[in-house]
């Protein structure tokens, strides 16, 4: 397993404002994962940070409402661009290793938008 | 139809009761699957894989059946600690990497 970090654990934020959400990893893995959980709702796939490239997203999810960056192979970053209401949820990353098959999750980011 | 479907719970049960969870799943071609525990305002954590023989880590037995598309986790002498959310969870499905897909969750309370 790993030791995943996200910053920041919560914020209260705006409606028409951004918002940048970091998880670091204390060490390499292969894949890093950005999902979303709203209230009683279990998680949603948002994207697949890529190194190097352009995230993958999933059905329902655009780049441009959250950009993603994955400099490295320890650090990647989730925006959420011009925020509504509906926004508000829990954003959660995920890593996985190349020679594991599951996941193991970042304590997550609850974000709320007035 | 959803990709992952559960209980829909709550689950209460008292303490030192023996509850079972279900799930199936859509997609035939899954390869892996697992149960996840998420506690109240949590990130969630892998409880278990699943395999096609079964298997048992302590007070807790997870079963696939590939054939009917069913995932079973079965908790004896439940404990008040293992109130919780418990997620099943299949992957991966396409794509070559590992995409979870996760069911909606089944609450457990277990009471005094």
């Known amino acids: 397993s790993a030791v995943i970090s996200q910053k920041p654990s919560r914020d209260i934020c705006q409606r028409g404002t951004s918002l940048t959400i970091q998880c670091q990893v204390d060490s390499q893995v292969t894949m890093m994962f950005w999902y979303r959980q709203q209230p009683g709702q279990s998680l949603t796939l948002i994207a697949t940070?890529?190194?190097?490239?352009?995230?993958?997203?999933e059905s329902g999810f655009v780049i441009d409402k959250f950009p993603i960056s994955r400099p490295n192979l320890t650090f990647s970053t989730l925006t959420v661009s011009n925020m509504s209401p509906e926004d508000s949820s829990i954003y959660l990353c995920?890593?996985?290793?190349?020679?594991?098959?599951?996941?193991?999750f970042g304590p997550g980011t609850r974000l709320l938008v007035l | 139809r959803k990709e992952v479907e559960q209980d829909p719970g709550p689950f209460n049960v008292p303490e030192g009761a023996t509850v079972a969870f279900n799930c199936t799943y859509s997609n035939s071609a899954s390869q892996s699957f697992f149960w996840y525990r998420q506690d109240c305002r949590k990130e969630p954590k892998l409880l278990m894989s699943?395999?096609?023989s079964g298997n048992e880590d302590g007070r807790f037995t997870a079963q696939l059946n590939r054939a009917s598309q069913y995932i079973s986790l079965l908790i004896r002498d439940s404990k008040l600690s293992d109130s919780a959310t418990y997620l099943c969870v299949v992957g991966p499905i396409s794509g070559g990497y590992n995409k979870l897909i996760f069911g909606a969750g089944t609450r457990l309370a277990v009471h005094p």
């Open positions: 699943v395999y096609s």
């Open positions: 995920s890593v996985d290793f190349l020679k594991e098959e599951t996941q193991y």
């Open positions: 940070a890529n190194q190097g490239s352009e995230a993958t997203y």
